[in-house]
């Protein structure tokens, strides 16, 4: 039997990047806030290790292991039985995957926004690829500018402008779009290695700029800068200058009074009522199990969970899941395809680079010139591109798994010599294409894999697609012309097929206009059950050739000031 807790003016399920952020404006706005999350606290002085083996090896230790549980299943076509995808790579805790992610802190393009519009305006409508079901978003990037500008000085984010109000600078990205100011902090700090391949970038007549990136580059808001000892891919910062949210916008949150954390707590079910409204959370925490009522519901898992728990969420208003009615929950779902998709380039130099330390892609140089609409496709035969980065910090056991460029076996005692005399001589790139959805690309409840509760985990079907093939094809012989220009004697190159499980992932509960073709307003609140709301990748009908983070958390301030300013009419 479920306890009854007080009731709340809004739950937020899920306190990761979307969830962490969207508690600041609701708190401050005065609403009471629970804040239900699946981990605990992490301690940065006991929980944080700069160890190669325990956070790259072996998965960092989470606060739990509901996401090893109920990891999806995985199969590229609807006639293919469903394998384990093997663990998601997101994880559990206050700060949620923001505590481990690179920490790079992108902008969308206008052109991600409006792509079904500017490529029949380009190209001509026979030019998107076969199949697929993108649609424009809902917002354009105007819209989304000044909750991007918000966070970004909320949060704690370095890099340069490139484009500020028009005035375009080359020290940044001028192919962004435009913006209304310069970041609070400068970029991270170069190296030799990055000005090296700056300027073969420009020899190219390409420009280069640097990431920009939820990392203090100077001391900020009580905590100190970077200290470039590697291990925001896969570790938390034990110095804090990493921004995730436990360290930004939850604290902030909490000295509002308006907050509540509810952690190692399992969101199993929404509920709601017979009139289609969402009445509360349900969860599990300790063996026991609880309702927080609440007048309004935020959902802010991982993708895959954020479907999950809507197919999961039936009721008599919803009996194929919450907010499924036209059955768009789990559509229109996509995966990045970037360098573990196979994206990926390595080259082999005739020189040490000397980058075995540093805040690996948000101490990065990027090339823009070959993503998005940047260029001409006209017989190319795709739309998009990817963006390239190239980045300091590599690791010993890393490095020791690198590609010999086929001069020494993969093993014995040939390989060991050949790592100890090349292995600062290598360095990869990282590659990042548009993605889009598709008809045959969806998720759905796996009829036969279930968690340990008994509920079934999600099923990925996804397979590969020739737009984005190309796109990353075409990428990689780009970063290849690069880092020859850079004086790179060899280049192997991956065989872009396509994700499998996906840190970048979108879908499932896209933002749109049309009930028929999505779930949430252009708010991010459900069509159907008009006092929820979905945060996260999953709202994203494009995903741009670049991560994720910042846009996933500009819409979810935008949503939760929505809710704010609507209350009366949202919370009735």
């Not at 804040?35 to 998965?59: C, S, Y």
């Amino acid at each position: 039997m479920a306890i009854n807790l007080k009731p709340v003016d809004v739950a937020v399920v899920g306190l990761g990047a979307a969830g962490g952020v969207a508690v600041l404006p609701l708190a401050r706005a005065g609403l009471t806030v629970a804040g239900i999350e699946a981990g605990a606290w992490m301690d940065p002085a006991k929980d944080f290790h700069a160890d190669e083996i325990f956070n790259n090896v072996r998965g960092m230790v989470t606060t739990g292991n509901k996401i090893r549980r109920e990891a999806p299943t995985f199969r590229t076509s609807a006639d293919q039985p469903a394998q384990r995808g093997g663990p998601s790579p997101m994880m559990n805790a206050v700060g949620g995957t923001s505590i481990h992610y690179h920490a790079q802190s992108w902008r969308l393009k206008p052109w991600d926004f409006k792509t079904v519009s500017e490529v029949k305006k380009r190209y001509g409508a026979g030019y998107l690829p076969k199949g697929s079901t993108v649609e424009d978003w809902p917002l354009s990037y105007d819209d989304l500018e000044p909750y991007y500008d918000t966070v970004e000085h909320e949060v704690g984010v370095c890099g340069k402008a490139g484009n500020l109000k028009g005035v375009l600078d080359p020290a940044g990205n001028v192919f962004e779009g435009p913006r209304a100011r310069e970041y609070p902090m400068p970029p991270l700090r170069t190296t030799d290695y990055l000005e090296h391949m700056k300027e073969a970038a420009r020899s190219l007549g390409w420009k280069p700029f640097h990431s920009p990136a939820a990392i203090n580059s100077q001391p900020r808001g009580g905590r100190p800068s970077c200290g470039y000892h590697g291990y925001c891919d896969r570790g938390g910062c034990h110095l804090r200058a990493k921004n995730s949210t436990c360290f930004s916008t939850i604290p902030a949150a909490l000295k509002t009074k308006r907050l509540t954390v509810f952690d190692r707590a399992q969101v199993t079910r929404i509920l709601s009522d017979t009139n289609g409204r969402v009445t509360g959370v349900q969860y599990i925490r300790e063996g026991q199990e609880y309702f927080q009522p609440a007048k309004a519901v935020l959902i802010g898992s991982y993708t895959y969970e954020n479907a999950r728990l809507l197919l999961l969420s039936k009721s008599k208003a919803y009996p194929n899941g919450l907010a499924n009615n036209h059955g768009q929950v789990g559509k229109h779902y996509f995966g990045h395809w970037d360098a573990q998709a196979g994206s990926g380039v390595t080259a082999l130099f005739p020189m040490d680079l000397n980058i075995w330390y540093g805040a690996i892609l948000s101490q990065g140089v990027v090339i823009d010139e070959w993503a998005d609409d940047s260029f001409d496709h006209s017989s190319l035969g795709f739309i998009g591109g990817a963006s390239m980065t190239v980045n300091t910090e590599k690791h010993p056991i890393a490095a020791a798994s690198t590609a010999t460029f086929g001069q020494a076996p993969q093993w014995g005692s040939q390989w060991k010599a050949w790592i100890h005399e090349n292995a600062g001589r290598t360095a990869s790139a990282y590659l990042q294409a548009n993605s889009f959805p598709y008809e045959n690309t969806y998720l759905d409840l796996d009829p036969e894999v279930k968690d340990p509760l008994g509920d079934s985990v999600i099923r990925v079907t996804s397979g590969p697609k020739d737009n984005e093939r190309l796109a990353s094809l075409h990428a990689q012989d780009k970063m290849e012309e690069w880092f020859k220009a850079a004086g790179a004697l060899m280049v192997t190159k991956g065989n872009p097929l396509g994700p499998r499980l996906s840190t970048h992932t979108y879908g499932g509960t896209r933002m749109g206009d049309n009930l028929e073709t999505s779930v949430v307003d252009r708010w991010g609140m459900a069509h159907e059950a008009p006092n929820l709301g979905m945060l996260g990748g999953s709202v994203f009908g494009t995903s741009g050739a670049r991560n994720p983070t910042l846009t996933i958390q500009a819409l979810a301030w935008r949503t939760a000031s929505h809710l704010v300013k609507s209350w009366k009419s949202i919370a009735g």
